[in-house]
């Protein structure tokens, strides 16, 4: 993923400031694709300079503050982005190399970093699960809150799948460790 896009679809979804994107993007997008505020800055310059975005002063703004908005060459740059077909990313996780490292080693104390994760997915699952009971409880939605939504559902599934992962792998290695050893 590219975040030049990332940026492109928030600003589209609302122009704002640099301040503001960060703020929403944390909020939003932030929980697939992560960006520093000092990246955001960044490449926000490179969008104006490649005229895909533009910037004007906010009224009433402070300082520097500027309101961002993405120009037709931006919206036909998401578009162009939009429609390529990419491959699945691999998965590329140390977890499953420590797992094999633990099938090589024996007892190694992976199980710490497994419980480690399990509440990390536990507590974004919940965030999850509130923001699809804040903003997503509505009989009728839109077309862009349906594809929201979906998006959600995704992160939902994506949490669920690596709780019931990491409560399998803890019940299999305390299962291993409980076992008399082979020879």
Request: aromatic residues 6%; neutral net charge.
């Amino acid at each position: 993923m590219s975040l030049p896009h990332a940026l492109l679809t928030s600003l589209l979804e609302r122009p704002c400031s640099g301040l503001d994107l960060a703020s929403r993007f944390e909020r939003s997008i932030g929980h697939f694709w992560q960006a520093s505020h000092q990246q955001i800055y960044k490449e926000l310059g490179r969008l104006e300079a490649a005229g895909w975005v533009s910037s004007a002063p906010a009224e009433g703004g402070r300082g520097r503050k500027r309101l961002y908005q993405v120009l037709p060459a931006g919206r036909r740059e998401l578009e162009r982005w939009v429609q390529d077909v990419q491959d699945a990313n691999p998965l590329r996780d140390e977890l499953m190399v420590r797992l094999r490292a633990e099938a090589a080693l024996g007892p190694t104390g992976v199980s710490n970093d497994l419980r480690h994760r399990l509440d990390q997915h536990r507590s974004k699952l919940a965030l999850y699960r509130e923001i699809e009971a804040r903003d997503f409880s509505a009989a009728e939605l839109s077309r862009e809150r349906r594809l929201q939504y979906l998006v959600l559902q995704a992160g939902i599934m994506h949490e669920t799948h690596w709780m019931t992962f990491c409560e399998q792998a803890l019940s299999l290695l305390a299962e291993l460790h409980a076992a008399p050893a082979e020879d």
